[in-house]
C-alpha cells in the first residue's frame, strides 16, 4: 500500500461530528457530570467540602469527550493526539482515595458518552451513585472514639477507669501515655454499639486524679 492510499484511508475512515450532535453529546455528558457532582456533594464527609474539586470532575468528564470525539473524528488527528497526551504529567497528590475513585468514575463515564451509548451511560452512572449514597448512609457496626484523659499531681485511679470503660464500651485500648511533673495525660481508643454515653464521661470525670476527658470520633483516617 503507497503513502497516498494510506492517507487516503485516514482521511476517509472518519466521522464528521455536527454542531446539533456535538450538542446532544456534550449535554448528556453534562447531565452524567452533574449526577456525579451531587452524588459526591451527598457522600462527602470531609468537614471542609471541596466544590472546586466537585465542579472539576464534571469539567473532566467533558474534556474526556471532547478528547474522544477528537480522536474519533480523525484517525490522522488521533495519531497526533497519542503523542500529544503522553508527555502530559499531572504532579498533584490524591490525598483521599475516595476522591480518586471520582476522578476515575468521572473519565470512564466521560468514555461512555463520547460512544454514545447512552443506555450504558445513565445505567452505570445512576448504580453507582445509588451504591454510593447507601453505603454512606448506612452506619457501622461500631463507633469508635478517642478519649483523651488529662490528669494532675495525685495519680489516676485506674481500676476505677478499667471498670468505667469494661461497663460502657465493648472493647478498648491505650494509645499512648504522657506523664510529666504534675501532669499527665492518656489517649484511649474505645468501641461502642451506639453513639457515645454522657454517663461515660461523667463518670470517668468524677474518677480521682482526673481533672479533664476530651471526647473526639474517629473515622478511618479522618479524625472530627
Not at 189 to 199: A, C, S
Request: proline share 0%.
Amino acid at each position: 500500500m503507497s503513502k497516498e492510499e494510506i492517507l487516503s484511508y485516514f482521511y476517509t475512515n472518519s466521522t464528521n461530528y455536527g454542531i446539533k450532535r456535538t450538542f446532544v453529546i456534550l449535554l448528556c455528558g453534562l447531565l452524567t457530570g452533574m449526577i456525579i457532582y451531587f452524588t459526591y456533594y451527598i457522600t462527602s464527609e470531609k468537614i471542609a467540602y471541596n466544590r472546586k474539586f466537585n465542579w472539576s470532575l464534571v469539567i473532566m468528564l467533558l474534556v474526556t469527550i471532547i478528547v474522544m470525539l477528537m480522536i474519533s473524528s480523525s484517525i490522522a488527528m488521533s495519531l497526533g493526539m497519542v503523542g500529544a497526551l503522553s508527555i502530559v504529567r499531572f504532579r498533584t497528590a490524591v490525598k483521599d482515595s475516595r476522591d480518586t475513585m471520582f476522578i476515575f468514575w468521572a473519565m470512564a463515564e466521560g468514555l461512555c458518552v463520547s460512544s454514545q451509548n447512552y443506555r450504558l451511560t445513565f445505567t452505570t452512572v445512576l448504580f453507582i451513585a445509588i451504591v454510593l449514597i447507601i453505603s454512606s448512609k448506612m452506619p457501622g457496626i461500631w463507633n469508635r472514639y478517642l478519649l483523651v484523659i488529662v490528669g494532675g499531681e495525685s495519680a489516676v485511679d485506674k481500676n476505677m477507669l478499667k471498670e468505667k470503660l469494661d461497663a460502657y464500651s465493648v472493647s478498648w485500648r491505650t494509645r499512648s501515655v504522657n506523664k510529666s511533673c504534675g501532669h499527665q495525660e492518656m489517649i484511649l481508643e474505645i468501641k461502642t454499639r451506639g453513639e457515645l454515653n454522657m454517663d461515660m464521661l461523667d463518670g470517668i470525670s468524677a474518677i480521682q486524679g482526673i481533672q479533664s476527658v476530651n471526647c473526639v470520633v474517629e473515622n478511618g483516617e479522618r479524625v472530627g
